[in-house]
């Protein structure tokens, strides 16, 4: 039994603002029968508000601020891929992270490497989701976890959570009960990803 306990996967969170996704993630991760455990949340932007939510949770931070990188991406992933490997990190989840990866990123965590987007997809991929599915007529909406690949929100789906569409409606309604399903999905998601895995 202790054994189990003691096997709990490694995963990093990597944010860029107010990490609420990350915050759900650190709250499962409390659960005894939890199969993983947040031992990093890294951010690109030192202002990120989530930090200061992960640090009240006992969970280390760090920043590697994308700006002095300039316009070299993949220089600047590098150092995030130190910190990562720094910490043992075994998955990472991305949970806000607004930046768009290189191949080189992608490559070094290939299979292990998840995200959570805010609609159906294959529906609407990249930014914008809820002022999209309104303009649609959908009648529903919802997010989805999945697996990062090279392509911007492409990877195969792990799991989803659909939010039906009210009448009247606004972007901003709209995404904050999808925000509600995204709580609930990724640790659940998640879960079921690290106990998948070999």
Same mark, same amino acid.
């Given at each position: 039994?202790?054994?189990?306990?003691?096997?709990?996967?490694?995963?990093?969170?990597?944010?860029?603002?107010?990490?609420?996704?990350?915050?759900?993630?650190?709250?499962?991760?409390?659960?005894?029968?939890?199969?993983?455990?947040?031992?990093?949340?890294l951010?690109?932007? /030192?202002?990120?508000?989530?930090? $200061?939510? #992960?640090? &009240? @949770? +006992?969970?280390?931070? %760090?920043?590697?601020?994308?700006?002095?990188?300039?316009?070299?991406?993949?220089?600047?992933?590098?150092?995030?891929?130190?910190?990562?490997?720094?910490?043992?990190?075994?998955?990472?989840?991305?949970?806000?992270?607004?930046?768009?990866?290189?191949?080189?990123?992608?490559g070094?965590?290939?299979?292990?490497?998840?995200?959570?987007?805010?609609?159906?997809?294959?529906?609407? /991929?990249?930014?914008?989701?809820? $002022?999209? #599915?309104? &303009? @649609? +007529?959908?009648?529903? %909406?919802?997010?989805?976890?999945?697996?990062?690949?090279?392509?911007v929100?492409?990877?195969?789906?792990l799991?989803?959570?659909?939010?039906?569409?009210?009448?009247?409606?606004?972007?901003?309604?709209?995404?904050?009960?999808?925000?509600?399903?995204?709580?609930?999905?990724?640790?659940?998601?998640?879960?079921?990803?690290?106990?998948?895995?070999?």
């Amino acid at each position: 039994m202790p054994e189990t306990a003691n096997r709990r996967t490694r995963v990093a969170v990597l944010i860029s603002g107010t990490g609420s996704n990350m915050a759900a993630l650190v709250e499962a991760a409390r659960a005894p029968d939890c199969p993983f455990e947040v031992v990093l949340v890294l951010s690109n932007r /030192p202002e990120a508000g989530g930090l $200061a939510t #992960a640090a &009240a @949770a +006992g969970v280390r931070t %760090a920043v590697v601020d994308h700006r002095p990188f300039g316009k070299d991406r993949e220089a600047h992933e590098r150092a995030v891929d130190a910190e990562l490997r720094e910490r043992d990190v075994e998955v990472v989840a991305l949970a806000g992270y607004m930046r768009l990866l290189t191949p080189w990123l992608v490559g070094r965590w290939v299979g292990r490497m998840l995200n959570i987007h805010p609609s159906l997809l294959p529906k609407y /991929p990249g930014l914008d989701t809820h $002022a999209r #599915a309104l &303009a @649609a +007529g959908d009648l529903e %909406a919802g997010c989805t976890v999945h697996i990062v690949t090279e392509g911007v929100d492409e990877g195969p789906v792990l799991a989803q959570a659909r939010t039906p569409v009210r009448p009247g409606d606004t972007p901003d309604s709209l995404a904050a009960r999808v925000l509600e399903s995204e709580h609930a999905l990724y640790p659940r998601a998640l879960a079921d990803f690290c106990r998948a895995r070999p």
